[in-house]
């Protein structure tokens, strides 16, 4: 690089005399900051800002124990906050259907966790054996009435988890069992009950009383006399007949 052109280079940063112009192996770095210099263009503007500057604070949020808010203004910024109603007797009450269908799924008295003697005060399962004499019903009626014990259990369980309260598990859990020995009998039975009915269909297609076409009557039975004549018109009837006649 000629001297000339390091002279026009450096012109408006350095003296004009040649002694003081910087030699040639610091052109590159000079020239890099002269050009940066030229692009650091600050423009000067009237108009406002599209949007608010990004906040780079980690720890900012919306808190009321450090009164900390968001730096830019909201739409709910000047109404006024809800204060805490200290006094009990300046609280409104809530009317509560006292037969809400929710309360089901509470214990009697209406508690968050069940005392454990409550728990652990239950009778025995159902047995196969009782159930067979229920109704489908009854069977239906009994299978809700455990899932809705086993769905008090397990949101008492998960409570007294989260409240760390440390007794109650063991109660609930032999609880628990009991009711799913229950729900297995039910199961059970009513397995039972099925292949009992599809038995029942075999038999059925080849019943003359019988009708599953769905036409008319499901079950027509037939007259004493019929069977009485269809007997005595049996060949083998009648010589079973004459035999113990000749005997």
Same mark, same amino acid.
């Given at each position: 690089?000629?001297?000339?052109?390091?002279?026009? /280079?450096?012109?408006?940063?350095?003296?004009?005399?040649?002694?003081?112009?910087?030699?040639?192996? /610091?052109?590159?770095?000079?020239?890099?900051?002269?050009?940066?210099?030229?692009?650091?263009?600050?423009? %000067?503007?009237?108009?406002?800002?599209?949007?608010?500057?990004?906040?780079?604070?980690?720890?900012?949020?919306?808190?009321?124990?450090?009164?900390?808010?968001?730096?830019?203004?909201?739409?709910?910024?000047?109404?006024?906050?809800?204060?805490?109603?200290?006094?009990?007797?300046?609280?409104?009450?809530?009317?509560?259907?006292?037969?809400?269908?929710?309360?089901? %799924? %509470?214990?009697?008295?209406?508690?968050?966790?069940?005392?454990?003697?409550?728990?652990?005060?239950?009778?025995?399962?159902?047995?196969?054996?009782?159930?067979?004499?229920?109704?489908?019903?009854?069977?239906?009626?009994?299978?809700?009435?455990?899932? *809705?014990?086993?769905?008090?259990?397990?949101?008492?369980?998960?409570?007294?988890?989260?409240?760390?309260?440390?007794?109650?598990?063991?109660?609930?859990?032999?609880?628990?069992?009991?009711?799913?020995?229950?729900?297995?009998?039910?199961?059970?039975?009513?397995?039972?009950?099925?292949?009992?009915?599809?038995?029942?269909?075999?038999?059925?297609?080849?019943? *003359?009383?019988?009708?599953?076409?769905?036409?008319?009557?499901?079950?027509?039975?037939?007259?004493?006399?019929?069977?009485? /004549?269809?007997?005595?018109?049996?060949?083998?009837?009648?010589?079973?007949?004459?035999?113990?006649?000749?005997?």
């Amino acid at each position: 690089m000629s001297v000339r052109s390091i002279r026009q /280079l450096t012109r408006p940063y350095c003296p004009s005399t040649l002694s003081e112009t910087p030699p040639p192996f /610091l052109v590159p770095s000079l020239s890099s900051a002269v050009a940066s210099s030229l692009v650091r263009v600050s423009r %000067f503007s009237t108009s406002q800002p599209q949007g608010f500057p990004r906040d780079r604070n980690p720890d900012r949020g919306v808190s009321a124990i450090r009164r900390t808010g968001t730096r830019e203004p909201l739409s709910v910024s000047n109404l006024p906050l809800p204060k805490p109603v200290l006094d009990p007797s300046k609280r409104s009450k809530v009317q509560v259907d006292e037969n809400h269908g929710l309360w089901q %799924f %509470f214990n009697k008295e209406r508690t968050a966790i069940s005392k454990p003697e409550d728990d652990y005060a239950h009778g025995r399962p159902w047995s196969a054996e009782e159930l067979r004499n229920k109704s489908w019903e009854d069977l239906h009626s009994l299978w809700w009435v455990c899932v *809705k014990e086993r769905n008090r259990i397990a949101t008492q369980s998960f409570e007294r988890g989260r409240l760390k309260a440390g007794y109650g598990d063991y109660e609930a859990q032999r609880r628990d069992t009991t009711i799913r020995r229950t729900q297995r009998s039910i199961k059970h039975v009513l397995t039972e009950r099925w292949y009992s009915w599809e038995e029942s269909r075999k038999i059925a297609r080849t019943d *003359k009383e019988v009708d599953l076409s769905g036409d008319g009557s499901a079950y027509t039975p037939r007259d004493l006399e019929d069977d009485v /004549l269809e007997e005595s018109n049996d060949p083998s009837e009648q010589q079973r007949g004459a035999a113990t006649a000749a005997s």
